[in-house]
């Protein structure tokens, strides 16, 4: 076994436990350096993995160079292009966050040991789960993740919102938690294996022109976690959860919850769903998950954007925000093309430094003491212009507008749906991005257009700044680089 393949996990791994250990010594002016230890582990990861996707990607003859693409355990755990990929995402929306909770988490005296171990944590699980060829490995991922999150939502221990929104993420994520389980052992008892190559063997689902008995039993299977993991993407209809546990989690955790988790289960689902859905473009299994995808991405996106329009306080929009965005990212599942793969990866790396950009902007508030209410959002363009620009920027790219990053990656999901004989799909999409404008234009006008209420100007603290510049950057440059990180999706999802 080659260990050097998860390196970047060992180091997140190990700098958790450090943080813990760290913690127990640390007194309470000091607190702040768990999250600089915390970072410092998450960097390390960051550079592994690089390393590693470098020695992975093709070289210029074509081939691909030496290096991962092996595995552990059997092939349980890979260190494909893809994986190393998402990984890449993983890591640094945990360093985003962090760099973002240092000012809340000081001033709301939440544990910063505490605090900084279970976002690393989690982060590790989100690790796994990209790189799980093996249904047990995916499920110990995600229960990684999901209990260290559930702790995180009801840190607030004084705040009764915190713990209306852990004890509903909890009972709900528990619900996905079984029926993912469920799946699992139906798709296990189907096949007589819990390897996802087992999903591409010969006869199982049609593949070789046979139906055998155990294509209808590892359907359902496969069905089932199409359900579960909608709960954890919170797409329509196991959406409900989602308001509540953002509105009543910690701010930088609501971030996280819209980002970490979420990016962590869509890679779940192209790791299992994406090589049977592209068989199935050859004639291969029946064409009821293509229908499932396609029908989930139209109702998701049509919700999210329609209650998102009626929402007052800011994180409850962002929900249903983030809702509509699952359904986006769904279309490129819908089309079962490689092209729709590699759009879906396009669209988390677009989506997650977009969205992490808006909440750096509602943390900057909250450690004011404001920034929950839309309406607060008056006359920002006065108070702090910088803030008020970088939320225009962002805004503009979870909109569509070019050439922001969510421009490129609503264009590749389009095209994919288009090239796929599936237009009808496309216009839905258009159709719903437009609807958008109606939620995020309200953020604007208020910033931009309403008469400056009294008060002082409203200065970010170093981190938040920091991280806030890196964000807009990103959405900008990575727009502008669109074609060669289009061209890096098209070889990791190649790899799927």
Known sequence: MDWNLVTPELIVAGTGLAVLVLDLFLSEERRRSAAYLSLAGLLAALVASVRLLAAGLPDGSGAAAAGPGAGLWGGMLVADPFALLVKLLFLGIGLAVIMLSVDFVESRRIA???????????????????????????????????????????LLRGDARSGEAALKYFLTGALASAVILFGMSLVFGGTGSTSLTA???????????????????????????????????????????APDAYEG????????????????????????????????????????L???????????????????????????????????????????????????????????????VTNLGVFAVVIWLNNRGTGDEISDYTGLAGRAPLAAAAMLVCLL?????????????????????VEAGMAWLAVVMVVNSAVSVGYYY??????????????????????????????????????????????LARLAGGGL
């Open 112 to 154: 910063a040991g505490e605090y900084n171990a279970l976002v690393l944590f989690s982060v590790l699980g989100m690790m796994i789960m990209a790189g799980s060829r093996d249904l047990i490995v995916i499920y110990l991922g995600l229960e990684t993740t999901a209990i260290a999150s559930y702790v995180l939502a009801g």
């Open 199 to 241: 999903l591409l063997a010969p006869g199982f689902l049609g593949l070789s022109g046979a139906a055998p008995v155990s294509g209808p039993l590892a359907l359902a299977g496969l069905v089932l976690l199409v359900a579960g993991f909608g709960f954890k993407i919170a797409a329509v209809p196991f959406h409900f959860w």
């Open 249 to 288: 989690a910690p701010t930088p955790v609501t971030a996280f919850f819209s980002v970490g988790p979420k990016a962590a289960a869509f890679a779940v689902v192209l790791r299992v769903f994406a090589p049977v859905l592209l068989l199935g473009q050859a004639g291969g299994p029946p064409a009821v």
């Open 290 to 352: 293509p229908v499932l995808f396609a029908g989930l991405a139209v109702v998701t996106m049509t919700v999210g954007n329609l209650v998102a329009l009626t929402q007052k306080n800011i994180k409850r929009m962002l929900a249903y925000s983030s809702i509509a965005h699952a359904g986006y990212m769904m279309v490129g599942l819908a089309v079962a093309t490689p092209q729709g793969t590699a759009a879906v990866i396009y669209y988390l790396l677009a989506y997650a």
């Open 397 to 417: 790219s979870l909109i569509g507008i070019p050439p922001m990053v969510g421009f490129f990656g609503k264009f590749y999901l389009f095209m994919a749906a």
């Open 442 to 487: 309200g953020i604007v006008r208020n910033m931009y257009l309403q008469d400056e209420p009294a008060g002082e100007a409203v200065r970010a603290t170093p981190m938040v700044g920091t991280a806030l510049g890196l964000t807009v950057a990103a959405v900008l440059a990575l727009g502008f680089l669109s074609e060669p990180l289009s061209h």
